[in-house]
């Protein structure tokens, strides 16, 4: 039977043939007295050793990174004042106050540039552009533009202008 010494060669998996059956017997390379394991047992204990120690290992690391994960100071973080200015922005935004808006994503981009936060910055730049692409192709306020339409349309009545604003029907 081939056996080896599992004191000696414990990942080698060099066989060392030893004609005596016993386990316990003087391993051949070094004089000393040794458990010796079937190269199958052997094997077989060392797989479970490396599957305890990987799974071991995964598991620390996972409690690792979640005490540093909950330590952390961005989990759980109140919003910055760039990001407050964001959301103040996107708010207006999203009523159609559009100079508030753009007005509020200016200083946001500032503070984010100021912040090292350039995706952010980004992000603010865009909406600028959008907003005033917006005050571009519709550069009126509902009180700049009352007059206009009046005189463009006399013959309309001022009942009916006003019905155009509250429903926000086109001409």
Not at 59 to 83: E, F
Not at 106 to 124: H, R, S
Request: net charge positive; glycine share 4%; with cysteine.
């Amino acid at each position: 039977m081939t056996r080896f010494c599992n004191l000696c060669h414990p990942n080698s998996g060099v066989a060392l043939l030893i004609v005596s059956s016993s386990r316990q017997r003087q391993c051949p390379d070094q004089n000393h007295e040794t458990d010796l394991v079937s190269k199958k047992g052997f094997l077989m204990n060392i797989t479970r050793t490396r599957i305890f120690s990987s799974i071991s290992t995964i598991i620390l690391a996972g409690i690792l990174a979640l005490a540093i994960g909950c330590s952390s100071s961005s989990v759980n973080k109140s919003p910055n004042s760039a990001q407050q200015i964001y959301y103040a922005a996107q708010a207006n935004d999203n009523q159609w106050s559009f100079s508030a808006a753009r007005s509020l994503y200016g200083q946001a981009k500032t503070a984010f540039i100021t912040e090292g936060n350039q995706p952010m910055a980004d992000q603010c730049r865009n909406a600028i552009q959008r907003i005033a692409l917006y005050e571009q192709t519709y550069p009126y306020t509902e009180a700049q533009l009352r007059p206009i339409l009046t005189a463009k349309f006399p013959t309309v009545p001022v009942s009916r202008i006003d019905g155009w604003f509250a429903d926000g029907s086109s001409l």
